[in-house]
């Protein structure tokens, strides 16, 4: 079982819409971080967290240590949101897990 | 934070050869961190490059395989030895300073 699971795997929605991504992991962790991957490969940092919560743009991401729990949000969603969105996490040691990340597709 | 230049963005290679990808970064950072991505999967660790040590490999990979040189704090290259189809993949740098800084990454087809 991955350290880290997402939900859902796929998403599909209208331009305008509110978006959540979901992100459970089972290790005491220091760190989550939300990436972004456009199609190209490239990778985007969004988000580091240890707690609480953080806004940048229209990108909201929240953290629960105790339930081991992170959503990202994305409110009024436009076409160039899709990408797939990936958490990971920072355990015991330097080492990131990910998750397998979530395909957003944002239809205009 | 942390600017990684990484090259070639792509390639297509004929199997049996080697291909080496390089990464430069903007700033000095002690580990320098290497990472696959087959199609539809998630990122997957090779190996941790530390300047002045050999590379920490994880499990399933191995130095033959992915070379890897850190010849100091800005810089690195990892080498994927006597290609295979199985090979193609994403190949990614990344470093973390206050967050996780990513290269563009590496697209990578055996023919």
């Known amino acids: 079982k991955n350290e880290v699971e997402q939900s859902p795997q796929n998403l599909t929605a209208q331009e305008g819409e509110f978006i959540t991504i979901n992100c459970s992991y089972s290790v005491g962790i220091s760190a989550l971080h939300w990436l972004q991957q456009h199609p190209g490969g490239g990778i985007v940092s969004l988000f580091m967290?240890?707690?609480g919560k953080k806004k940048h743009g229209r990108l909201i991401a929240t953290i629960n240590i105790q339930e081991k729990h992170s959503s990202l949000h994305i409110t009024a969603s436009h076409p160039r949101d899709s990408a797939v969105y990936i958490c990971?996490?920072?355990?015991?040691?330097?080492?990131?897990?990910f998750g397998a990340g979530t395909t957003v597709t944002v239809r205009a | 934070s942390a600017v990684i230049s990484q090259k070639p963005s792509r390639d297509i290679c004929q199997r049996g050869t080697s291909l080496t990808i390089q990464c430069q970064v903007d700033?000095?950072?002690?580990?320098m961190f290497w990472y696959r991505q087959q199609p539809g999967q998630s990122l997957t660790l090779i190996a941790t490059?530390?300047?002045?040590?050999?590379?920490?490999?994880e499990s399933g990979f191995v130095i033959d395989k992915f070379p890897i040189s850190r010849p100091n704090l800005t810089f690195s290259t990892l080498t994927v030895s006597n290609m295979s189809p199985e090979d193609s993949s994403i190949y990614l740098c990344?470093?973390?300073?206050?967050?996780?800084?990513f290269g563009q990454g590496t697209r990578l087809t055996v023919v």
């Open positions: 967290l240890s707690s």
């Open positions: 700033s000095q950072v002690t580990m």
């Open positions: 490059a530390n300047q002045g040590s050999e590379a920490t490999y």
């Open positions: 990971a996490v920072k355990g015991p040691g330097y080492k990131l897990s």
């Open positions: 990344s470093v973390e300073t206050d967050e996780a800084f």
